[in-house]
């Protein structure tokens, strides 16, 4: 690397990590392209790259490149990630004259579980799920010969040793094994029927993408009615016949992560059920040999979606998985390696032109994230809704996979396995704890419980300091803290957040003008309810009498009657700034939805409206009072002049798409014009509103142009995946700079 470097003249430095080589090179876009393609091409013949993450950072104008001291620890401390089938593997596995000819656990040092069937270090097979399963002399042979690709491949197996397919039915009977398994499980899949898969992490239901019926009957049993679902395609160009897919995008699909990746749809051959009313297709190609096996014999693309029952976690056991999923699903196709801990399928996209992980789990977990300050190890549990926890051990923060949103007993036996298995794997006790300032989230609560110094960390604040880590990032900043719901600190609702963010604190700089939520929760499910909030901020009572628009005549008189009791007397109608139920609002009010059927329909169908609508335009937004006047409280940003010319181009009927441009066009002005009066040249997004492609690429071109440097998620999650990485960062750097805790600064305090 420090040949490849110099030669190309690029500066920074390199190192030795316990979890692997970690190295910055600056230099032109170009050559840093150039550097990266030139250590996949020219690195030595026994050179192996498991995996890899990269993240462009900020140029710091390093002099030369240099070999810096590697960071010390246990250096078996070392788990990779599940990896997806290699190349060789794969030619193996369609060769008639290889003897693991069709053989679905085929695997090499290059590629195989890892992650998803280590029980603890170091990895050895007597620590991993296939302890039970002994070499036969073949195996051992290749797994003692330093020279074979096979060499300490602990999963390593062959017919003769390893583990074998069952088929089973709906009534847990055997209908089959091995390769007749598989063969009627293809049948029953090209006939319409729903199979659960046991696959790396856990299982999967598939049915043929093509086939209406079989898709609506896997949404009328799983009670899902538009989310979309995910699609494996047999290979790369039957994937690029259905979607456009640029190159960096193939080299996603083809990763060893082999992630879902989200592609614009182009005529695809596949039923409308799929992914209804949804420019894009969530899409992957196989990485596991079954996958390889099943996919190549159907020869089609099949929905393949996460096994599990509503809200609850996927299903890892195969008799756990019959008993959960006997409802669901035809049959089970079903082995006998264990998996150790459930993972789900990553979800990644492409934004301005740079990978960005939506959901982190089969391939990247648990690669950690190394942060700046170290010490003592701290546990950060996350929040609520799809979680994850995080534990550091040293400079690195290990994340877990995504767990899911702990709403269910099943989702928090999850959650506490994986705190269990990170501390385990790891041997690492936590000193402290970092949780949600949420007193009701089951996270909190087991922080509370956990006999430990516990730090509150407020949710808007631990998103903006993951969005900082990952970019390796200090203070000062602005942060741009936008989602659905957050706990705020002065009884209202957060969810539309400016922070100023400083070493261990923030000031609550700006935030959406407040407005009232009426049913609270349901409101997430009622884009309505939101839209009748933001009316009534407008216009009062009257709202309620506003029954031309479809989001208030949607309700009867007799419930709007009832709302508008609720709404002045502020029962179960919390007040909220959230940017979430903003965009909630809007849609319902541009006619898109009223009620969404899943979290974040309405917020998407608004980005999805903008396709083929590109326009500068914008609507009015003010960033210019303060609170009550008072140049010590937050600047509100005033929405209001923005929802009356919705109002008139709905009236007009003015397409949605043009609505939602408008809408998005002002969101990202309105960041821009509190950027300009924080004076802070760098502005950090994070948050479920930045999964939005249109308004993360508009606001980040919109800083560039006024001067700004954005900042924008990359390795983790913008929605609450990445809050744990964000909690356990906030205790970190207190603690270094020998601050009590993190916490919130008034405004007043600031301003003095
Ligand atoms: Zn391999
Ligand atoms: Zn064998
Ligand atoms: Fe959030």
């Known amino acids: ?395 690195q923060v290990f994340i877990s996979q995504h767990l899911g949103d702990l709403e269910t007993p099943e989702a928090r036996n999850g959650f506490e396995e994986a705190i269990a298995a990170l501390e385990h794997l790891y041997e690492t006790r936590p000193t402290s704890v970092a949780c949600d300032a949420h007193p009701d989230y089951e996270s909190t609560r087991y922080a509370e419980a956990a006999a430990l110094p516990v730090t509150q960390v407020q949710h808007h604040f631990a998103h903006v300091l993951s969005c900082m880590a990952e970019n390796d990032l200090n203070a000062p900043a602005l942060g741009v803290s936008w989602d659905g719901t957050g706990y705020g600190l002065d009884g209202t609702v957060w969810g539309g957040e400016f922070l100023e963010i400083y070493e261990t604190s923030f000031v609550r700089l700006a935030h959406f003008e407040t407005f009232r939520l009426p049913g609270s929760d349901r409101a997430v499910r009622e884009p309505r309810r939101s839209a009748l909030g ?20 949607s309700f009867s008189a007799a419930e709007r009657a009832l709302l508008r009791a609720a709404v002045t007397k502020g029962i179960n109608s919390p007040l909220t700034s959230s940017a979430g139920r903003l965009f909630d609002g809007v849609a319902a009010l541009a006619g898109l939805r009223q009620i969404s059927t899943y979290e974040g329909q309405a917020a998407m169908e608004l980005e999805f409206a903008c396709h083929g609508f590109e326009s500068d335009e914008s609507y009015p937004i003010g960033v210019d009072e303060h609170a009550g006047g008072d140049a010590k409280r937050p600047i509100l940003i005033d929405w209001k002049p923005l929802v009356k010319q919705v109002l008139a181009d709905t009236k007009s009927c003015v397409p949605a798409g043009v609505i939602a441009v408008r809408f998005h066009n002002a969101l990202a002005e309105a960041i821009v014009g509190v950027a300009k009066r924080a004076g802070q040249s760098r502005v950090v997004l994070s948050g479920g509103c930045f999964q939005n492609r249109y308004l993360t690429e508009r606001a980040i071109t919109r800083l560039v142009q006024e001067g700004f440097r954005p900042y924008w998620h990359q390795r983790i999650p913008p929605n609450d995946g990445g809050i744990s990485l964000g909690q356990v960062a906030a205790v970190l750097k207190a603690r270094e700079s020998g601050a009590p805790q993190s916490r919130a600064r008034s405004a007043a305090e600031r301003a003095e």
Not at 534 to 550: D, I, K, P, Q
Request: proline fraction near 7%; hydrophobic fraction near 40%; charge should be negative.
């Open 1 to 395: 690397m420090y040949r490849l470097a110099t030669d190309l003249r690029l500066s920074g430095w390199v190192l030795n990590t316990p979890a692997g080589v970690l190295l910055e090179v600056e230099g032109s876009p170009e050559r840093v392209q150039d550097f990266q393609t030139a250590l996949k091409d020219q690195k030595p013949v026994n050179c192996v790259f498991y995996s890899s993450e990269a993240t462009v950072l900020d140029p710091l104008g390093y002099a030369s490149f240099e070999i810096r001291e590697s960071l010390t620890g246990k250096k078996s401390a070392v788990v990779l990630p599940d990896l997806a089938t290699c190349a060789a593997c794969r030619t193996e596995l369609f060769d008639p004259a290889n003897r693991r000819f069709r053989y679905p656990f085929i695997n090499c040092t290059h590629c195989g579980p890892r992650f998803s069937i280590i029980e603890s270090l170091p990895y050895d097979r007597s620590n991993t799920s296939m302890k039970r399963f002994e070499m036969c002399p073949v195996c051992r042979s290749e797994y003692e010969d330093p020279q074979d690709r096979r060499f300490h491949a602990q999963p390593n197996a062959c017919p003769v040793c390893g583990p074998w397919l069952e088929l089973w039915r709906q009534d847990g009977s055997k209908a089959a094994e091995r390769d007749e398994a598989l063969l009627q499980a293809v049948r029953a899949v090209g006939e319409g029927q729903i199979l659960a898969l046991k696959g790396i992490g856990g299982f999967q239901l598939i049915v043929d993408a093509r086939n209406d019926r079989a898709v609506l009957r896997l949404r009328e049993l799983k009670d899902r009615e538009e989310k979309p679902f995910a699609l494996m395609y047999p290979s790369l160009e039957r994937a690029e016949s259905d979607c456009v897919v640029s190159r960096l995008e193939q080299e996603l699909l083809r990763s060893p992560a082999a992630p879902i990746v989200l592609l614009t749809a182009k005529s695809a051959a596949i039923s409308r059920l799929v992914a209804p009313g949804n420019p894009y297709l969530g899409v992957m190609l196989p990485y596991s040999p079954l996958h390889h096996l099943v996919l190549a014999d159907l020869d089609l693309p099949v929905v393949a979606t996460s096994g599990n029952a509503k809200d609850e976690p996927i299903c890892a056991d195969e008799h756990e998985a019959h008993e959960r999923l006997k409802r669901y699903a035809d049959l089970f196709l079903v082995h006998n390696r264990p998996v150790v801990r459930p993972v789900d399928d990553s979800v990644v996209r492409v934004l301005m032109g740079r990978e960005a992980v939506m959901r982190r789990a089969r391939g990247y977990a648990p690669l950690p994230v190394v942060l700046q300050a170290g010490g003592p190890a701290v546990l950060g549990v996350g929040a609520l809704l799809k979680n994850t926890v995080a534990l550091s051990v040293g400079h």
């Open 534 to 553: 933001l009316l009534h901020c407008v216009f009062g009572n009257e709202a309620f009498e506003m029954t031309e628009l479809e989001a208030v005549a």
